[in-house]
């Protein structure tokens, strides 16, 4: 009689370890990205080497997993003319990623961890644009709501963890407020002309800034001006309950975005949240970034 026994990733074949003493969770996690050209790591150089091949033995016979931890876990496994500290900092996420999904038990999301971090991180150089940034968006707003835990069950950890999430998402808002004084000025000038910036890199920057704050397409900006005009509210709540009649599907943190968006760009006309004020002037940037 046969007995099928499911092999499950980070843990040798049955014949290799019967007791699964030798699996990934029967030891310690050892980072397999060292810090090269350190003084630790050109001591214990062969120490390390010896130990981060043990390290990819215990994914045993599990052949897409021992591909995957020798090509991105390895220090100085990156492509020729790679930047070295844009590598390591690849290699430590990889590698730590690597444990947690196997840890948990789904080794099958490595893959999809590792497309998120690179986008992420292309996003966050200014490689991508608005494209890249919406699907991570709808990602990011998928997590948000109660469908992963109603669909995996309420006892079931999520694919994705939480945290991961949250770094990409202060990761992205922080590189969008290290390029603000640009991306203000882009903004301010879409809204009064619909303009975009005729520089490509700067205009792919800001279509992603304009996807990961779900800011509306440009008609329903117009349809927006329109109802506010019509509206005249006289407060800033006055103007983010009319803003939500004329955009009912908008998120209320970017309505309150483009209340400050407009307030910024209207200056002493009149014609942003409270009827105007301010003192004449273009105001101060920093309509689309945290805490304005």
Not at 85 to 111: D, H, N, Q, Y
Not at 147 to 169: I, M, N, W
Not at 194 to 210: Q, V
Request: aromatic letters at 8%.
């Amino acid at each position: 009689r046969t007995i099928f026994v499911k092999h499950k990733g980070g843990h040798l074949a049955y014949a290799q370890d019967p007791r699964a003493m030798r699996s990934l969770l029967c030891r310690p996690f050892a980072s397999l990205a060292t810090h090269a050209g350190s003084a630790a790591a050109a001591a214990d150089g062969a120490r390390d080497d010896f130990s981060r091949e043990e390290y990819i033995r215990a994914f045993g016979a599990d052949v897409d997993l021992l591909a995957f931890a020798r090509r991105y876990c390895q220090m100085g496994q990156g492509a020729q003319g790679e930047d070295a500290s844009a590598t390591g900092g690849r290699e430590a996420f990889c590698s730590g990623m690597l444990f947690e999904c196997l840890t948990k038990g789904a080794p099958e999301m490595v893959i999809p961890y590792l497309g998120i971090w690179h986008a992420c991180t292309a996003l966050a150089g200014g490689e991508e644009g608005g494209l890249e940034m919406r699907r991570l968006r709808l990602l990011l707003d998928y997590y948000a709501t109660p469908a992963p835990r109603l669909l995996g069950g309420a006892d079931a950890p999520p694919l994705v963890q939480a945290e991961f999430l949250a770094s990409v998402s202060a990761r992205l808002e922080a590189s969008f407020a290290a390029a603000g004084t640009q991306l203000d000025a882009a903004f301010q000038q879409y809204l009064a002309r619909g303009a975009l910036p005729e520089d490509s890199l700067l205009r792919a920057r800001f279509a992603a800034m304009l996807a990961f704050h779900a800011v509306p397409p440009r008609a329903d900006l117009e349809r927006l001006r329109q109802h506010i005009a019509t509206a005249a509210p006289a407060s800033h709540a006055g103007w983010l309950l009319a803003a939500r009649r004329a955009l009912p599907r908008t998120p209320t943190q970017t309505l309150m975005r483009l209340a400050t968006a407009y307030a910024t760009a209207a200056g002493g006309t009149g014609a942003g949240p409270g009827g105007g004020g301010g003192t004449g002037g273009r105001g101060t940037p920093g309509a689309l970034r945290p805490g304005s």
